[in-house]
């Protein structure tokens, strides 16, 4: 049975690992994450500006937090979140693969997407995860 | 072209008061905000039918909560406006009762606030975009990110973030208004419930109910009153923002503040070492460390030391969040800003029983909202 991605409008499995799906304006550069054509926080351009891309889901972690108490019933506790720089712009907030505990983190960190099983959702659905490199 | 409050006519506080903050009780919102308004009324000296317009300040009440409450005190006929800017409601109704008196239009204006808790769906999760990190990023989460960044760059220590809610409670423990009333040591602050990294739940504030209301006057809506000069304090500046783009590793909410509290400051000329009395958005401990080192009270990294040093203390060299602050006093959303006012007012007119900072003439209040906003005025002692 092929596995199926949690949430394919945001992310989808590329030739090399994750991507993101992106919108990168044509007047000013940015990237936006997620695909939007609302208009670019950078400059306003909207519409056919906001072109589709994808980005890797590569970058640098600024902060991160190992969650001890969670309301939903979609993960485990603890869990860590991190913050990550992608190396296209976009800053995001993303769930790390678990088992990553304050010790193997650190601020600056490369960091990168990786498709991974919930415990806590079905077997055959994948949802990105990130990591730091080489791990 | 564009003019601060200060290029309009004067605006002062009359009257404030509160319903104290507590948890969710069956007492109905009307009676928390009657309670407020009637404190705020005696204080000013003022009769309901003095007041020519009310802003309504609430988050999570529904829509129009403002004349079914009103109207126990006399239905006068008074302008009704209602506010939401989530954590910043109660101080952009402030905002706008400051506003609406500087401009000529009133001279007698109110600005309420009151909130029971509630579950509301974000607007920002209808916009149409998916997020990628879902609910998985609470409130303690983005702060204890926050928390991360700044014990990266400076060194804090889990002690260092505790210390604040120490601080913080303490004062809380001598308001009469606030939600929670007992000390705890920092010890005790770092055993309790962990919530995300080094955030435990003494270092969030409780989101309960409550109710707060200021009353603004012009000159000629003080004369009106018969009040009392020495006990006006004035507004010298109001400034609101909300979030920009910043390149800056610190973090939105530092950054807005930053720019928001310098307008605010500026619209005042009023130096941040002038600041005796300052009330800011702690909702949870690192924003302290990091806002008042982004408001100028101190260098940046140096706010834990200072902290330990009692700089910030109630008879320190600026006393920060006296009322015992978001951590202590509570969060009610639409009274919190409002709250602050009260506070600040009371302490500049030395009438702050039990946690009186001395000397206090000068005072500044804060508050970040979701999205994120970010409002800031500046209040001095008139005489």
């Known amino acids: ?135 | 072209m564009a003019r601060a409050l200060s290029a309009f006519r004067p605006v002062f506080v009359a009257g404030v008061g509160l319903h104290p903050y507590q948890k969710y009780s069956m007492t109905p919102y009307v009676a928390l905000g009657l309670t407020a308004v009637r404190e705020a009324l005696a204080d000013a000296g003022a009769r309901w039918g003095d007041v020519e317009s009310a802003y309504v300040a609430s988050a999570l009440l529904g829509m129009a909560p403002g004349r079914p409450m009103l109207r126990h005190l006399g239905a006068s006929g008074l302008s009704i406006t209602h506010v939401e800017n989530a954590s910043a409601s109660g101080s952009s109704a402030f905002r706008l009762a400051a506003l609406e008196v500087a401009s000529g239009q009133s001279d007698l204006v109110i600005a309420i606030g009151v909130d029971k808790p509630a579950m509301v769906e974000l607007a920002a999760r209808q916009a149409g975009l998916d997020i990628l990190e879902r609910d998985r990023v609470a409130a303690f989460t983005h702060f204890a990110l926050l928390a991360q960044r700044y014990a990266d760059a400076h060194g804090a220590t889990p002690e260092d973030f505790a210390r604040v809610a120490a601080k913080n409670l303490a004062n809380g423990a001598r308001n009469p208004y606030a939600q929670r009333r007992e000390t705890r040591s920092v010890a005790d602050i770092l055993a309790a419930t962990k919530l995300a990294g080094f955030l435990t739940s003494p270092q969030s504030c409780p989101i309960g109910e409550g109710a707060a209301a200021v009353i603004v006057a012009s000159e000629d809506g003080l004369k009106r009153l018969k009040f009392d000069r020495a006990r006006a304090v004035r507004v010298l500046s109001s400034a609101s923002r909300s979030e920009r783009l910043y390149d800056d590793d610190g973090g939105f909410d530092a950054a807005l503040t930053e720019e928001t509290v310098r307008a605010a400051l500026h619209d005042a000329d009023v130096q941040p070492s002038a600041l005796d009395i300052v009330e800011l958005h702690d909702a949870f401990s690192v924003e302290e460390l990091l806002y008042v080192e982004r408001m100028g009270l101190c260098d940046p990294g140096d706010a834990p030391r200072r902290l330990k040093a009692g700089h910030f203390d109630i008879g320190g060299e600026v006393a920060v969040s006296a009322s015992g602050g978001l951590i202590a006093m509570g969060h009610p959303l639409g009274p919190t800003g409002l709250g602050q006012v009260a506070e600040i007012t009371r302490q500049l007119r030395g009438e702050a029983a039990g946690r009186q900072h001395p000397g206090a003439k000068t005072g500044l209040a804060h508050m970040v909202g979701l999205g994120a906003v970010c409002v800031a005025h500046v209040l001095q002692r008139d005489t």
């Open chain 1, 1 to 135: 049975m092929a596995a199926r991605i949690e949430h394919p409008t945001l992310y989808v499995e590329g030739p090399d690992g994750p991507v993101l799906l992106a919108a990168r304006c044509a007047a000013c550069g940015r990237a936006s994450f997620p695909r939007q054509s609302f208009g670019c926080e950078g400059c306003g351009a909207h519409g056919d500006a906001m072109a589709p891309v994808e980005i890797a889901a590569r970058g640098a972690l600024i902060s991160f937090a190992i969650v001890r108490k969670h309301m939903g019933g979609d993960i485990e506790t603890p869990f860590a979140i991190g913050e990550v720089r992608l190396n296209d712009g976009p800053v995001i907030r993303c769930t790390l693969a678990d088992g990553l505990e304050e010790a193997a983190l650190r601020t600056g960190q490369k960091v990168v997407g990786l498709l991974a099983h919930n415990a806590k959702s079905s077997a055959d659905v994948l949802e990105l995860r990130f990591a730091p490199e080489g791990r």
